[in-house]
Every structure is written in structure tokens, then in C-alpha cells.
């Protein structure tokens, strides 16, 4: 009887605390000149292009200092060797949980309610030739 009580108290939890995962649609992002991004987007990509360019890492970034906003990656491997397919970015905003399927280029910057990133990573010698794209996050308006 102990072992079911325990057994329905564990389903109970596991169902409840199941986190909504908003995803993020790329067929919906506008295209983006570089010389017609917002102007803080712009700064922030111009000022810091060689540590763009040099990072092993994704950087994220949110113009808004009062949004909580945080990053991280992840995919599954599709064989021993580890090539990854089912690749997805994922961005914590304000406690929601966004994801972004595929490859896409960092730095993933927020800005007034929109991520902007780059088709893939920057290099110092291409970064205002390249295209960028915004996404929508209506919920952080």
C-alpha cells in the first residue's frame, strides 16, 4: 500500500512540474541588413567582434539589464563519432524557456522584445555583409 502511495506521489510531481517549452519558429524571422539593425544591437556586435569572432563559446546578450536571460545548447548524436542532428538553442527569458532548432550564428543578443542572431558565427573580416534575422518574443513585451 506504502509503495503505491509513494508510486502516485512521484507521478503527481513528475506531471506537474513539466516545464512549457516555447518554440521558436525560423520560418518567421525577418531578414536583417547589418546596417539596419537597432542601433544598440549594432554597437554591441561592432564593439565586440573579436571576441565574437574568437569565442568557443555561443555568447547571448540582452540590452535590457532587468530581463534574466540565459543560454545554453543542446543536441543528440546520431552515432558513435557524435555528429550532431536535432541541434537546438535554448534561451531562458524571464523564467519562460524558448528553444530555436538548427544551427544558427552567435551572438544571440535580445533586444526590446526580439532575439537578433546571424545565419552562422561572425568573423571579423564579415560581420556587416553578413545577413541577420529577428525573432518575435511576444511574451517579453
Not at 552562422?120 to 560581420?127: M, R, S
Amino acid at each position: 500500500m506504502k509503495i503505491h502511495l509513494i508510486l502516485a506521489l512521484l507521478l503527481l510531481f513528475t506531471v506537474s512540474c513539466k516545464e512549457k517549452v516555447y518554440d521558436l519558429d525560423i520560418s518567421k524571422a525577418e531578414k536583417v541588413a547589418f546596417r539596419d539593425l537597432p542601433a544598440q544591437v549594432n554597437q554591441f556586435v561592432s564593439n565586440n567582434i573579436d571576441s565574437i569572432a574568437n569565442s568557443q563559446k555561443d555568447i547571448y546578450y540582452s540590452t535590457d539589464k532587468s530581463i534574466e536571460y540565459t543560454y545554453g545548447r543542446g543536441g543528440v548524436a546520431n552515432n558513435w563519432l557524435g555528429s550532431v542532428n536535432s541541434n537546438y538553442h535554448h534561451f531562458f527569458i524571464d523564467g519562460a524557456h524558448f528553444r530555436l532548432k538548427g544551427n544558427r550564428g552567435h551572438p544571440f543578443i535580445l533586444h526590446e522584445g526580439y532575439l537578433y542572431f546571424c545565419d552562422l558565427n561572425l568573423y571579423v573580416d564579415d560581420y556587416t555583409s553578413r545577413p541577420y534575422y529577428k525573432i518575435d518574443i511576444p511574451m517579453i513585451r
